[in-house]
T-cell receptor, first 115, second 109 residues
Framework: IAGITQAPTSQILAAGRRMTLRCTQD?????MYWYRQDLGLGLRLIHY???????GKGEVPDGYSVSRANTDDFPLTLASAVPSQTSVYFCASSDSSGRDTGELFFGEGSRLTVL | GQNIDQPTEMTATEGAIVQINCTYQ??????LFWYQQHAGEAPTFLSYNVLDGLEEKGRFSSFLSRSKGYSYLLLKELQMKDSASYLC??????????WGAGTKLIIKP
């Protein structure tokens, strides 16, 4: 593994189903983030984690949950998917809280369609 | 509210120069970023400006004016591979990253 890996890369899901998007990084970055990207809108932060064991809500957290049991993994769960959650989801990480370099490293994205 | 404005789409010719503007209104400022995103791919970091002035990095340069809430990304000697979306993002006073919707740059031969 090099960088950030997301899985699955693409998924079609029936409304009401539970879904977990996986994210793993091997850069030992403290901070991790989940964004959604929709056409015509900027990246919107769903949840974030500044360090293992802590999480926080972003701009659009409703309907999503996260956990950060260790440094490397940051899964995003949709408890009961709805069509408005159809989007491309990006996981990202940065060293410290990103305040030194500011650079975010992104995974390749997970394209989710909820029918 | 907080917002970042950038043109939705721009077209330029291979070999030419293009300037992509970004204006922002945020609660405080701790830096401005530019990212490049090719279609269907992840964003990748291009530049970070926290002080006024021009930062040059090869064919790409980024300018910041904090007093005007304004930045631009300058791309020189355009190549077909520069066709992508360019995302402007600002760190506010809480180090919350506010993203623009991106500018889709189309390069024509």
């Amino acid at each position: 593994i090099a960088g950030i890996t997301q899985a699955p890369t693409s998924q079609i899901l029936a409304a009401g189903r539970r879904m977990t998007l996986r994210c793993t990084q091997d850069m030992r970055h403290n901070a991790m983030y989940w964004y959604r990207q929709d056409l015509g809108l900027g990246l919107r932060l769903i949840h974030y984690s500044n360090t293992a064991g802590t999480t926080g809500k972003g701009e659009v957290p409703d309907g999503y949950s996260v956990s950060r049991a260790n440094t490397d993994d940051f899964p995003l769960t949709l408890a009961s998917a709805v069509p408005s959650q159809t989007s491309v989801y990006f996981c990202a990480s940065s060293d410290s809280s990103g305040r030194d370099t500011g650079e975010l490293f992104f995974g390749e994205g997970s394209r989710l369609t909820v029918l | 509210g907080q917002n970042i404005d950038q043109p939705t789409e721009m077209t330029a010719t291979e070999g030419a120069i293009v300037q992509i503007n970004c204006t922002y209104q945020t609660s405080g400022f701790n830096g401005l970023f530019w990212y490049q995103q090719h279609a269907g791919e992840a964003p990748t970091f291009l530049s970070y400006n926290v002080l006024d002035g021009l930062e040059e990095k090869g064919r790409f340069s980024s300018f910041l004016s904090r007093s005007k809430g304004y930045s631009y990304l300058l791309l020189k000697e355009l190549q077909m591979k520069d066709s992508a979306s360019y995302l402007c993002a600002v760190w506010n006073s809480n180090y919350q990253l506010i993203w623009g919707a991106g500018t889709k740059l189309i390069i024509k031969p």
